[in-house]
């Protein structure tokens, strides 16, 4: 007895209780306050008596356990005590339907544990979180049925996305997994008997939304005064009086008042705003449960385990669909778990097929200022996908976020976006119809540190691709600014940024002014990144007007440039861009006469051959071998005084299409000018162009060769009794002339070759020469060849780096064999 009365004490201190129990609205602040301090951890196992209780008696037990668990102090004794843990895992299991405060209680206790990882496993072994999820699919679909039916309600013979009838089947009808957890943790003795007695098929009087929830106690008697009645109407179907047929007619009638008073505008537009009111009473609480059971799952998805299980129970399409509500916290909470999700691949993928770029818009139009930097985050980290950036422009995101540039709150991650978006060059030209462009330079020019911001600069060099963009950003004496920053502080971002100017023709002509000053920096900056970008400039301005002799001599630039394509004493990008440098220089007839006399020639010849796996240094050489080919005062030098020539043939078989196209035209310019050297290059053309050809044939042949010995081996008697027709089509086994006998030859040997070109489609390529001329030509000039190289042994012999011999005996006999 005394402990029972002890029990019923507790009881009646627990009645007026906090905002999480059912009846706590009608208490004052002073009383839930006393009431809190009565509550010990000394008491649990009075608290967990009450979870066998009635609904209320369980929600009151509830609240009184999660007080205790708010306590981090007993968070320890409460895991030790299963007693505990399992009376409130077996009432969520089986009541979480029938009231709202009962599963966030519930909820709220376990994840008071989930914010410490030790008790993690306390959440697994009871299997919360997947409890949590399968309360969250409901709410949110029961949440979406009631807005569906007022839908209903507004336009009765308009078409919505999904009936009031649909809504109730699919919330009814859960699907298979959503069972399975339930099947298989509750035991058969503890399921519920089942009603003989059959539920209540008439649809509830507008307004009562009992039939959506149960979470007071006075709907709780309302459902049992209403199945009672039901029960009674069943019994007395039989005996029915004069007086019941009359209130039968009576209701008949109220029913027919009740249907054209509905079908009043006045009346009608009343319900709905009644109603209406209710879903909202209705959504705010369910949000306190929707954000304590979101918020233990985000803690739980610190092991990537439990996140991968919850990525395959469709944890993305709960929080996607979330984002629809109004409450600030719980838009937080979830907007924060995306992000987290967002970083795995598929997660990111869900999303975007789940089109949460259209849902994030509004959150930036909030006002709530930490609710549009979780946002901003979240975009980020979606923005890495080429996909959805083309769908955030679609959407209007652009504008969005340059206003955000002047927020120093969300001006770091907005910069970001934005230099994310400008990676697609067809998004570059969106930029300059918004005020981006004109904000970043301004920034940079302003900014009164040394280093100006990475991701401002690097946005800007971006933009600075764009010819509109880049004659923005140097309108208003801008580009003197930008000059002076860069001399000043020596930035080697800010020089690339002005390099990239540099590159539009029509911006060429503002950098004469500045051409002194470029020059004049090579030789004074240790900086090598600097430098690269000063030569880049100087190597842009290809202008008629400018005269590089004069720089070049002004500002001794020959011993600098020597000195930098001595091979391994510099930076590759260093002396990439100095041999571009001296290609536009070489357009001048002055430098390249410069460039013979001061050997520069040479040093990029012995360049050359230390950077042959270099396709972009090579292919910038033999540009500069091309300038200085087209000049005669130079042309004689480059053909008799260094090997150019002959690395010019070598390289002509190089796979890089453009280093091909270089030395054709380098090769066309000194076949042009040297008979000697157009017979060599005409030998090595017609060589490379039957090379392939050659090779398919010799390979070819050494296949037939061991398929005819491995045929030798085998017995006599393999082949068909009978001759089939081809061996006779195509075998004449006698032939007196000897002109047919080689032909009958090589028609044998070329019937069952399989490249033969009556066979394959394979074919020897069509020759540009005549074959009989071409023989005559071919001896002639190996003769001449032959000659020459003997007058000349005491002179410098070209050197070809091919390994083939020229010798044109067996040149001849070579081709003869053929």
């Not at 599963?103 to 306390?122: L, M």
């Not at 109004?326 to 987290?340: A, E, G, H, P, R």
């Not at 040997?749 to 023989?775: E, I, K, M, V």
């Not at 020459?788 to 390994?803: E, P």
Request: aromatic share 6%.
């Amino acid at each position: 007895m005394g402990h029972r009365s002890a029990i019923a004490s507790h009881r009646s201190l627990a009645r007026p209780h906090t905002a999480m129990s059912s009846s706590g609205g009608t208490s004052s602040s002073n009383q839930v306050k006393a009431e809190s301090s009565d509550i010990s951890i000394n008491h649990i196992d009075e608290y967990v008596e009450l979870l066998y209780e009635d609904l209320s008696e369980r929600i009151r037990g509830s609240a009184m356990i999660l007080q205790v668990a708010r306590n981090p102090d007993n968070l320890e004794e409460l895991e030790k005590n299963e007693a505990c843990l399992s009376a409130l895992s077996r009432v969520l299991r089986e009541d979480w339907r029938k009231s709202l405060d009962l599963s966030t209680n519930i909820i709220y206790i376990f994840f008071c544990f989930s914010t410490y990882t030790k008790f993690h496993p306390v959440i697994v072994q009871y299997k919360i979180g997947s409890l949590c999820m399968d309360v969250i699919d409901y709410e949110l679909r029961r949440y979406e049925s009631m807005r569906n039916e007022i839908d209903v309600r507004k336009n009765p013979l308009g078409s919505t996305p999904l009936s009031a009838k649909a809504s109730k089947e699919k919330l009814n009808n859960s699907s298979d997994d959503f069972l399975d957890l339930m099947n298989e943790e509750r035991p058969k003795e503890m399921e519920p008997p089942r009603r003989r007695i059959p539920e209540l098929k008439q649809r509830p009087k507008s307004g009562n939304w009992s039939s959506f929830h149960s979470s007071m106690s006075s709907s709780l008697i309302k459902s049992q005064i209403l199945n009672s009645s039901y029960h009674e109407a069943l019994s007395s179907n039989g005996t029915q009086t004069p007086d019941s047929g009359m209130s039968s007619s009576g209701d008949m009638k109220a029913t027919s008042n009740e249907a054209l008073d509905r079908n009043d505008p006045k009346v009608k537009k009343e319900e709905i705003d009644r109603l209406n009111k209710q879903l909202k009473l209705f959504a705010k609480k369910q949000e306190q449960l929707l954000r304590v059971a979101f918020y233990l799952l985000l803690n739980m998805a610190e092991n990537v385990k439990l996140e991968e299980k919850m990525r395959r129970k469709n944890i993305v399409k709960m929080l996607v669909k979330a984002l629809d509500r109004q409450n600030i916290d719980l838009l937080m909470l979830v907007t924060t778990f995306l992000k987290k999700l967002s970083i795995v691949g598929d997660n990111k993928d869900d999303m975007s097929d789940l089109n949460i770029v259209a849902k994030l818009p509004r959150l930036f139009q909030s006002g709530h200022t930490d609710l549009v930097q979780v946002t901003l985050k979240l975009v980020f980290n979606l923005s890495f996908d080429g996909s959805i950036r083309k769908k955030m422009i679609a959407a209007g995101y652009l504008p969005m976020l340059v206003m955000f540039i002047n927020d120093e709150k969300h001006h770091g991650i907005a910069v970001k976006i934005l230099y994310h978006m400008s990676l697609d060059d067809k998004v570059k030209a969106l930029f300059t119809h918004t005020e981006c462009v004109q904000m970043a330079t301004d920034a940079i020019i302003l900014n009164l540190n040394s280093k100006v911001d990475l991701d401002l600069i690097a946005l800007c060099i971006n933009l600075s691709l764009n010819r509109r963009n880049a004659q923005i950003m140097v309108e208003g004496n801008r580009l003197h600014s930008l000059m002076d920053r860069a001399f000043k502080y020596q930035d080697g971002l800010l020089m690339k940024l002005l390099r990239n100017f540099s590159q539009h023709e029509s911006l060429q002509p503002l950098f004469i002014d500045y051409v002194g000053d470029l020059a004049r920096i090579l030789t004074i900056c240790d900086d090598e990144s600097f430098t690269v970008e000063c030569l880049g400039i100087l190597g842009n301005l290809s202008l008629a007007d400018l005269d590089f002799s004069q720089i070049l001599q002004n500002f001794q630039l020959i011993p600098w440039i020597r000195n930098v394509l001595v091979p391994g004493t510099k930076m590759d990008d260093l002396v990439l861009d100095t041999i571009v440098y001296l290609g536009t220089c070489a357009h001048d007839e002055l430098c390249a006469l410069l460039f013979c006399r001061a050997q520069v020639v040479l040093s990029l010849i012995e360049l050359l051959k230390a950077k042959q796996e270099d396709d972009e240094i090579v292919l910038q050489i033999i540009f500069v071998f091309q300038q200085i080919l087209r000049h005669e005062s130079t042309r004689e030098y480059m053909i008799k005084e260094t090997e150019s020539p002959a690395y010019l043939i070598d390289l002509m078989h190089d796979k890089n299409s453009e280093i091909r196209k270089v030395c054709d035209y380098c090769l066309d310019i000194i076949a042009i000018s040297d008979n000697e050297w157009a017979k060599r290059i005409k030998l090595e053309k017609f060589r490379n162009h039957n090379s392939q050809w050659l090779c398919m044939v010799e390979s070819q042949q050494h296949e037939d060769n061991n398929e005819d010995y491995n045929e030798q081996e085998e017995e006599e008697h393999d082949l068909n009794t009978y001759l089939r027709g081809e061996y006779l089509d195509n075998c004449d086994l006698y032939n007196s002339n000897q002109t047919n006998k080689e032909n009958e030859d090589n028609d044998s040997n070329n019937s069952n070759n399989p490249a033969s070109p009556s066979n394959s489609t394979y074919g020897r390529p069509a020759s540009s020469f005549a074959r009989s001329q071409d023989l005559d030509d071919l001896y002639n000039m190996s003769i001449s060849t032959k000659s020459s190289q003997g007058s000349s042994q005491g002179d410098n012999s070209f050197i070809f780096k091919s390994n083939k011999s020229l010798d044109a005996d067996c040149l001849h006999e070579e081709f003869l064999m053929a």
